[in-house]
T-cell receptor, first 113, second 115 residues
Framework: DADVTQTPRNRITKTGKRIMLECSQT?????MYWYRQDPGLGLRLIYY???????NKGEISDGYSVSRQAQAKFSLSLESAIPNQTALYFC????????????FGPGTRLTVL | AQKVTQAQTEISVVEKEDVTLDCVYE???????LFWYKQPPSGELVFLIR??????QNEISGRYSWNFQKSTSSFNFTITASQVVDSAVYFC????????????FGTGTSLTVIP
């Protein structure tokens, strides 16, 4: 089984709808992240959490919110989706060290019509 | 501020050619780590290598090699004798002390290897 899972894998929704993307991990890591990927822009950090009680905004947090329900679960919400939030969303986890790589989920492709 | 630049947006090579992907970074920290990730057409992100700021030795892993030069703030990635399976988007990333383990990614280089 995959160490980092994301649900759903694909989602099409309409402008104004509320959407939640979920991420679960079995690696036992404290740190979790949400990124979005857009063509030509690479991966940009939306939110990150260094433990259950520590949540921080990333580079592009406007229009998004998150919830860290447990060490293993980190959800991303779009309260009122808009078309320019159409993107590929990745969840990632890491251990605490500076040298520790991030492990990524398979991604969620979100389309907002 | 931290920044990673991958100036090559797209590269095409013919199979068996060598190719180098460039990565230039900016950070004020003296302790930092650099990473390379591969994103094949299937979409997942695969970790390739990490290098810390105190180790400037080049590294070779099979057909892959990495050249880290602090003097030019570069961490370049070379694929020797490229193969079709190397076709992917490659991302360089930076992690430094002042931001904990927050990664800064470059915009990626899309490599196409033509058979």
């Amino acid at each position: 089984d995959a160490d980092v899972t994301q649900t759903p894998r694909n989602r099409i929704t309409k402008t104004g709808k509320r959407i939640m993307l979920e991420c679960s991990q079995t690696k036992g890591h404290d740190r979790m992240y949400w990124y979005r990927q857009d063509p030509g822009l690479g991966l940009r950090l939306i939110y990150y959490s260094f433990d259950v009680k520590d949540i921080n905004k990333g580079e592009i947090s406007d229009g998004y919110s998150v919830s860290r329900q447990a060490q293993a679960k980190f959800s991303l919400s779009l309260e009122s989706a808009i078309p320019n939030q159409t993107a590929l969303y990745f969840c990632a986890t890491s251990d605490r060290g500076l040298a520790d790589e991030q492990f990524f989920g398979p991604g969620t492709r979100l389309t907002v019509l | 501020a931290q920044k990673v630049t991958q100036a090559q947006t797209e590269i095409s090579v013919v199979e068996k050619e060598d190719v180098t992907l460039d990565c230039v970074y900016e950070t004020r920290d003296t302790t930092y780590y650099l990473f390379w990730y591969k994103q094949p057409p299937s979409g997942e992100l695969v970790f390739l290598i990490r290098r810390n700021s105190f180790d400037e030795q080049n590294e070779i892993s099979g057909r892959y090699s990495w050249n880290f030069q602090k003097s030019t703030s570069s961490f370049n990635f070379t694929i020797t004798a490229s193969q079709v399976v190397d076709s992917a988007v490659y991302f360089c990333a930076l992690s430094d002390v002042s931001t904990g383990n927050q990664f800064y990614f470059g915009t990626g280089t899309s490599l196409t290897v033509i058979p």
